[in-house]
């Protein structure tokens, strides 16, 4: 194991290296953040690193390793999306509302990765209230792309995603909404899952969408993903999602045999305004697996046109509900001079606090829910949502696996979309889907475009079929090489937009 590059390293090469006593957890924690202080001021993908409790839960790691413990994530240095609740952490979900706010208690999935001991290297950027689909909505900074600091790494989870490509970590958590997860691991070449809606409980986890959000892990590999969502996922009573259903073993489950898997190739999802390269590099992997002994099936998903205006109907009217508790009297930003009314103080905490994308979604949802309205947009959009349930439905009885791109293009440039709030939205346009059925999806490498950015390859399954998309994307990891390829940094240059 090379200490000097953790870039290099994976959960499973740092797991068999502890577990032989060749390094310490105090080791390779001073390691990463010996890494994270050359390199963050390039990508900029953490909001603070927590230097002291890592140390602290290292050395409690390496006592547990020396009483013989064996554990899969025992010792590995990981990071949380600022939208976890960590006890005596500042937790801002990137936002100025919440800039000095200590969560009395954990996220449900932060005590699962204590108790495995993790060790917690830091907390990461992302767009604000997880609204955004590039990190430049973070009111703290944008993150920068590993690959090309003039790019965005994508969103919401953005700093999640650019912390592993980064080296800065071996595993990361976010959230996916509408793509949140699989859109920064395809723009950053890593690994990223969003579990089945209710597989991982979402307790502890500041809400912006409350019946699409879904965490899930981040890594380099399809195996460390399955090591991590093996951690997190399980039944939590706090959580009323959650389902009470059995965790299976993800890494027993890996392998390596995808024949006679039955691989659903949408219509759809190769339609005008995807980018060559991307439909080049998306083909070739479906053809990877079909070598492997895949059987390829063609499909239709008809409603994919109105994923996008029924995704930004639920989630605003569900951003609009869940964020009026962001009013100056709780927790939080207060905004207001002696004498001034309680609407006038609600009116200066949200303005000072709140971004314009903010803003422009709680007012999007407000509309979508008011008297006259309702009917017309947000009832509308529920029924079309089940109608792409349907779609999904449908397929999945002719195939056992959808593959498709993750992105319509890789990374695009910081700013270049900023002005256009549309063709923002568009940047999800194969991601919300899976989010609006509640199903699996994971995102991995699968080539690079002409000028070096990664593309993804998205695989989606059935509710709780994160075994059979975990399994396809494994056996595509063991035929190629895309996951290993790793990004070169230069210390401490900050790229455009910074």
């Known amino acids: ?189 890593v690994s990223g899952i969003k579990p089945t809606y209710g597989r991982v409980s979402r307790y502890g986890v500041i809400a912006y969408a409350s019946s699409l959000d879904q965490v899930g892990p981040l890594a380099w590999t399809v195996r460390d993903l399955a090591a991590v969502l093996g951690v997190i996922a399980g039944h939590d009573a706090r959580d009323s999602t ?68 029924t995704y930004y109907l639920v989630a605003t009217a569900e951003a609009s509900s869940n964020l009026a508790r962001y009013d100056g009297v709780r927790f939080g930003l207060r905004r207001a001079q002696s004498g001034d009314s309680l609407l006038e103080m609600y009116r200066q905490t949200r303005d000072a606090g709140f971004g314009p994308e903010v803003k422009r979604r709680i007012m999007l949802g407000t509309y979508a829910l008011s008297a006259g309205y309702y009917e017309a947009y947000y009832s509308k959009a529920l029924q079309v949502r089940t109608l792409i349930r349907r779609d999904f439905s449908e397929a999945f009885a002719r195939c056992d696996v959808i593959a498709a791109p993750t992105a319509p293009t890789t990374a695009f440039r910081i700013g270049e979309k900023v002005a256009d709030p549309l063709a923002m939205y568009l940047s999800d346009i194969f991601t919300t889907s899976a989010n609006l059925a509640g199903l699996p999806a994971l995102s991995i490498p699968c080539g690079f475009d002409a000028s070096g950015l990664p593309i993804g390859l998205q695989l989606i399954a059935p509710a709780f079929g994160e075994e059979t998309v975990l399994r396809a994307g494994d056996a595509y990891q063991r035929a190629t090489d895309w996951h290993r390829r790793r990004p070169t940094l230069a210390a401490g240059r900050s790229g455009e937009g910074a």
């Not at 060749?22 to 050359?38: C, G, K, P, Q, Y």
């Not at 659903?264 to 998306?282: C, H, L, M, S």
């Not at 002994?293 to 008809?302: F, N, Q, S």
């Open 242 to 309: 959650s389902v009470p259903r059995d965790v299976p073993d993800y890494v027993a489950g890996l392998t390596g045999d995808v024949a006679g898997l039955r691989i659903g190739i949408p219509r759809e999802y190769f339609a005008e305004g995807i980018a060559p390269d991307v439909e080049r590099a998306t083909r070739a992997a479906i053809k990877t697996l079909a070598d492997h002994g895949a059987k390829l099936v063609e499909i239709g998903l008809p409603h994919t046109d109105y994923a996008i205006a």
């Open 1 to 189: 194991m090379n200490l000097s590059d953790p870039s290099s390293w994976t959960i499973a090469t740092a797991r068999a290296a502890l577990d032989l006593r060749e390094v310490s957890a105090t080791e390779l924690a001073n390691t990463i953040l010996e890494r994270i202080a050359t390199v963050e001021p390039s990508v900029h993908a953490l909001l603070k690193v927590t230097h002291e409790r890592a140390l602290a839960d290292a050395a409690a790691a390496d006592e547990r390793l020396q009483r013989g413990e064996r554990a899969p994530l025992l010792g590995i240095p990981v990071v949380l999306k600022d939208i976890f609740a960590t006890r005596g952490i500042t937790t801002t979900c990137g936002s100025r509302i919440l800039e000095n706010f200590e969560p009395p208690y954990d996220s449900d999935a932060a005590q699962r990765l204590a108790r495995a001991g993790s060790v917690l290297i830091g907390k990461t950027n992302m767009d604000e209230f997880a609204m955004g689909s590039s990190n430049e909505n973070s009111a703290f900074g944008l993150a920068h792309n590993p690959w090309d600091p003039t790019r965005v790494p994508g969103g919401s989870s953005g700093g999640s995603a650019a912390a592993v490509a980064a080296g800065e970590c071996l595993a990361s958590l976010g959230t996916d909404t509408g793509g949140s997860i699989r859109l920064p691991a395809s723009y950053c070449g």
